[in-house]
């Protein structure tokens, strides 16, 4: 019996290839393959799909956030409040544009930034040098961003959103991006929105922004060949503009899915030693990933292992504690405890939306086992 995967990008493209396919022979065939009409259609329809007003395709979720923070004028001097436990993408594209990170804790049950050590780190900032707070949406919740807008007001700080794992979510019926100035969305493979390859959007309703961004991807450029200021290369091409329409018209669906999933997972672990994921009240999750929290999770990932089942974790080190960054970023005053503690502890099992319902029947026996003990 073959294993079940915690994530395959290959079955994605299976489960949709008439239609990618078809997609891909049209950008072929049309001989214009960057920043052309399936770039435009898919900025159009993925802001409407957030509700945002402007959608800018870029390169990478990683160049998303770089060009965000370069559009808002942050660079060397200036410090990005985020966490630290995360793709360490979020951390690598503050450092990209000269901007030093602190790295706040995270809330031990949501995973996503605490306000609490939010507010204490602002409070700590006396020189002002934190232009900007970027909570992430991790796993595919959102964050408390109530709280962590009233806090960027008060301290008057740019609220930027990294919202590479949360498409599709909401709070109190605002989508996530529709919180800040500007959202940075990955569209890695293995995303609820995923291309094949790399690809990255970013979104606003701020229109003087959105423009900045447009030249900024493409050499500073708003007259072709002529550079108005520094840019970069960083655009989405037409291919995966046009494979990522294809996918966006079936993200609803695929959440459903993986909410359905979720809520199997869910009975299976009822009354056991590993609790479900919680959410957040008033917030759509989306579950990028579905995540456990085990204080032996050495020994339940190689159960699942002989049970056939896959598993990630998501992350093993916080940022801080990465040798690339060890020593050399500044934390806030909680120090990332939580964000070290679950670090040892998180589990993420097998979620995306065309696991069939044998597969994950088979999650939930183990599951079930599992809480047999």
Same mark, same amino acid.
């Given at each position: 019996?073959?294993?079940?995967?915690?994530?395959?990008?290959?079955?994605?493209?299976?489960?949709?290839?008439?239609?990618?396919?078809?997609?891909v022979?049209?950008?072929?065939?049309?001989?214009?393959?960057?920043?052309?009409?399936?770039?435009?259609?898919?900025?159009?329809?993925?802001?409407?799909?957030?509700?945002?007003?402007h959608?800018?395709?870029?390169?990478?979720?990683?160049?998303?956030?770089?060009?965000?923070?370069?559009?808002?004028?942050?660079?060397?001097?200036?410090?990005?409040?985020?966490?630290?436990?995360?793709?360490?993408a979020?951390?690598?594209?503050i450092e990209?544009?000269?901007?030093?990170?602190?790295?706040?804790? $995270?809330?031990?049950?949501?995973?996503?930034?605490?306000?609490?050590?939010?507010?204490?780190?602002?409070?700590?900032?006396?020189?002002?040098?934190?232009?900007?707070?970027?909570?992430?949406?991790?796993?595919?919740?959102?964050?408390?961003?109530?709280?962590?807008?009233?806090?960027?007001?008060?301290?008057?700080?740019?609220? $930027?959103?990294?919202?590479?794992?949360?498409?599709?979510?909401?709070?109190?019926?605002?989508?996530?991006?529709?919180?800040?100035?500007?959202?940075?969305?990955?569209?890695?493979?293995?995303?609820?929105?995923?291309?094949?390859?790399?690809?990255?959007?970013?979104?606003?309703?701020?229109?003087?922004?959105?423009?900045?961004?447009?030249?900024?991807? +493409?050499?500073?450029?708003?007259?072709?060949?002529?550079?108005?200021?520094?840019?970069?290369?960083?655009?989405?091409?037409?291919?995966?503009?046009?494979?990522l329409r294809?996918?966006?018209?079936?993200?609803?669906?695929?959440?459903?899915?993986?909410?359905?999933?979720?809520?199997?997972?869910?009975?299976?672990?009822?009354?056991?030693?590993?609790?479900?994921?919680?959410?957040?009240?008033?917030?759509?999750?989306?579950?990028? +990933?579905?995540?456990?929290?085990?204080?032996?999770?050495?020994?339940? +990932?190689?159960?699942?292992?002989?049970a056939?089942?896959?598993?990630?974790?998501h992350?093993?080190?916080?940022?801080?504690?990465?040798?690339?960054?060890?020593?050399?970023?500044?934390?806030?005053?909680a120090?990332?405890?939580?964000?070290?503690?679950?670090a040892?502890?998180?589990?993420?099992?097998?979620?995306?939306?065309?696991?069939?319902?044998?597969q994950?029947?088979?999650?939930?026996?183990?599951?079930?086992?599992?809480?047999?003990?």
């Open positions: 019996m073959h294993p079940v995967p915690q994530a395959d990008p290959r079955i994605s493209y299976l489960a949709h290839k008439e239609a990618i396919d078809a997609a022979a049209r950008v072929l065939a049309s001989g214009w393959y960057v920043l052309g009409e399936e770039v435009a259609a898919f900025e159009r329809e993925f802001a409407a799909f957030v509700a945002a007003g959608g800018i395709g870029v390169g990478s979720g990683t160049d998303a956030i770089a060009l965000i923070l370069r559009g808002l004028g942050i660079g060397p001097g200036d410090r990005v409040a985020t966490v630290s436990h995360t793709a360490v979020s951390v690598a594209a990209m544009v000269g901007a030093a990170p602190v790295l706040i804790d $995270i809330e031990p049950q949501a995973y996503t930034m605490d306000p609490g050590d939010l507010a204490a780190a602002l409070a700590a900032d006396a020189e002002k040098r934190i232009k900007a707070v970027m909570p992430v949406h991790l796993y595919g919740q959102p964050a408390a961003m109530d709280a962590i807008g009233r806090l960027c007001r008060e301290h008057g700080c740019f609220l $930027i959103e990294d919202a590479s794992q949360a498409h599709g979510a909401a709070l109190d019926g605002t989508p996530v991006g529709g919180f800040g100035i500007a959202a940075a969305w990955s569209l890695y493979p293995t995303k609820n929105l995923g291309a094949i390859g790399d690809a990255g959007i970013v979104t606003t309703s701020d229109p003087a922004l959105a423009e900045r961004l447009r030249a900024l991807r +493409q050499y500073g450029w708003r007259r072709r060949y002529v550079s108005d200021e520094a840019g970069v290369n960083s655009r989405l091409d037409e291919l995966q503009a046009a494979i294809v996918k966006l018209a079936r993200l609803a669906a695929g959440n459903a899915r993986r909410q359905a999933i979720a809520a199997r997972y869910d009975a299976a672990l009822a009354g056991g030693p590993f609790a479900p994921p919680s959410r957040r009240a008033g917030a759509v999750h989306v579950f990028h +990933q579905y995540v456990i929290r085990c204080p032996n999770r050495d020994a339940v +990932q190689a159960r699942l292992h002989e056939g089942i896959g598993t990630n974790v992350y093993p080190v916080p940022v801080h504690r990465q040798p690339a960054y060890a020593g050399r970023v500044a934390l806030g005053p120090a990332c405890r939580e964000s070290e503690r679950a040892r502890e998180v589990l993420s099992l097998p979620m995306f939306p065309e696991l069939d319902d044998r994950v029947e088979r999650v939930c026996a183990a599951l079930s086992a599992l809480r047999r003990g």
